[in-house]
T-cell receptor
Framework: AQSVAQPEDQVNVAEGNPLTVKCTYS??????LFWYVQYPNRGLQFLLK??????LVKGSYGFEAEFNKSQTSFHLKKPSALVSDSALYFC?????????????FGQGTELSVKP | DARVTQTPRDKVTEMGQEVTMRCQPI?????VFWYRQTMMQGLELLAY????????DSGMPKDRFSAEMPDATLATLKIQPSEPRDSAVYFC????????????????FGEGSRLTVL
C-alpha cells in the first residue's frame, strides 16, 4: 500500500534560519508526492507537488521540496523561516493507479518558528 | 474566490443523536473527499466520490456512518447514532478529477466541521 512517513512530530527553528520538514515514502511505481500546510482552525492548503521531472519542486510561500529516489524522501525546505510559517505540515501521496486518485497523508509535523 | 463550504462549523451533540454534515464542493470539481482529523489518528480518509459515485468508503465505519452526494453541489456525511469517539474535525475536500482516474493532486479543503459528542 502507498504510504508516507513524517519522522518528526515537531520541528523548532529560529526565524531567519533554514528549515527542513522530513518525509519518506513507500510507493510502488512512480510516486506522486505532495505537501500541504494547515494553520490553526483552518483546512489544509496545497503547497507543492512532485509528479515527474525536476527533482527540486518550488511551491507557495517560498517553500520547495527535493525528491530523492535513492533515499525515498521528499523533504520540504525553505531557505529562511518566518514566524508566520508556524503551522502543521503534511506530506501526502496519491496512488496514480487507483481509480479516483485518493490522497494518503502522513501524521503531520508541527513547525514552530521563534523570533 | 472559489472555496469549499462546510456546515456546521461547530456541532455539540449528545451520544445517540444523529449528526449530518454538509459540504458544497467548488463548482466544476467532480471529486469529493471526506477526511476526519483527530490528535491520535491524524487525517483519515473516510470516503470519496467521483462524479457523485462512491469510489471508496473503506475508511468509514459502515454501521453508523453514511456518505452521499445527492447532487453535484452537495455532499453529506451522516452519523447515526453518534458516539463520543466520533468527536473530531471532519473535512471535506474537492478537486478536479482527470481522465484516467488521477487527480491534479491539489485538493481544496473546507474549513472543517468540529464535532463534539458528549
Amino acid at each position: 500500500a502507498q504510504s508516507v512517513a513524517q519522522p518528526e512530530d515537531q520541528v523548532n527553528v529560529a526565524e531567519g534560519n533554514p528549515l527542513t520538514v522530513k518525509c519518506t515514502y513507500s510507493v510502488s511505481g512512480n510516486p506522486y508526492l505532495f505537501w500541504y500546510v494547515q494553520y490553526p482552525n483552518r483546512g489544509l492548503q496545497f503547497l507543492l507537488k512532485y509528479i515527474t521531472g525536476d527533482n527540486l519542486v518550488k511551491g507557495s510561500y517560498g517553500f520547495e521540496a527535493e525528491f530523492n529516489k535513492s533515499q525515498t524522501s521528499f523533504h520540504l525546505k525553505k531557505p529562511s523561516a518566518l514566524v508566520s510559517d508556524s503551522a502543521l505540515y503534511f506530506c501526502a501521496t496519491e496512488d496514480p493507479y487507483n481509480q479516483g486518485g485518493k490522497l494518503i497523508f502522513g501524521q503531520g509535523t508541527e513547525l514552530s518558528v521563534k523570533p | 474566490d472559489a472555496r469549499v463550504t462546510q456546515t456546521p462549523r461547530d456541532k455539540v451533540t449528545e451520544m445517540g443523536q444523529e449528526v449530518t454534515m454538509r459540504c458544497q464542493p467548488i463548482l466544476g470539481h467532480n471529486t469529493v473527499f471526506w477526511y476526519r482529523q483527530t490528535m491520535m489518528q491524524g487525517l483519515e480518509l473516510l470516503a470519496y466520490f467521483r462524479n457523485r459515485a462512491p469510489l471508496d468508503d473503506s475508511g468509514m465505519p459502515k454501521d453508523r456512518f453514511s456518505a452521499e452526494m445527492p447532487d453535484a453541489t452537495l455532499a453529506t456525511l451522516k452519523i447515526q447514532p453518534s458516539e463520543p469517539r466520533d468527536s473530531a474535525v471532519y473535512f471535506c475536500a474537492s478537486t478536479r478529477g482527470l481522465a484516467g482516474g488521477t487527480n491534479t493532486g491539489e485538493l481544496f479543503f473546507g474549513e472543517g466541521s468540529r464535532l463534539t459528542v458528549l
